[in-house]
């Protein structure tokens, strides 16, 4: 019998990539673009170093690795009213890091149709892009059941 110590290594050496991760958002965004009824969204950019924090203020994504960026913010994303958003993937699921992708652009799609919250816990833009992004990772989940199996990453 495997030790636990044994178990979180093994679980630790298999990692999904993050080349694998944005080949994964770029399957996911249909499913985003439908739900939140958008066309496009800002670009994308993943970054396997860089700690978030330093990013300009522009539109766009930035995927990063970094535990510090959520350590400081915390929070695994953040969308600015200029719609930046950063998310940390580092050591999460890749599902659980699409449904912060869905919340922040739940929030994007909030910002493009003139509406901007506070951020604070149970607010109604937070509810509201928590709702949304739940169902749009249940609709994806039911559509590709196979990717509960990935590792972190």
Known sequence: MK??????????????????????????????????????I?????????????????PGITVIKNSGFSQLKGTFGQTSHKNRIVINVKNRHPLDALRTL???????HQHISGTYGTGETGSPTENEASEKASIIMRNFDHSYPELFKLNPL
């Open 42 to 58: 800002p670009p994308l950019q993943f970054k396997n170093n860089g700690n978030g924090l330093n990013v300009e203020d522009i």
């Open 102 to 108: 869905a919340h922040e652009l739940s929030h994007y």
């Open 3 to 40: 030790s636990f110590n044994q178990f979180l290594k093994e679980a630790t050496d298999k990692r999904t990539s993050m080349d694998e991760f944005e080949k994964l958002v770029h399957q996911f965004l249909p499913f985003v673009f439908k739900e939140l009824k958008i066309k496009s």
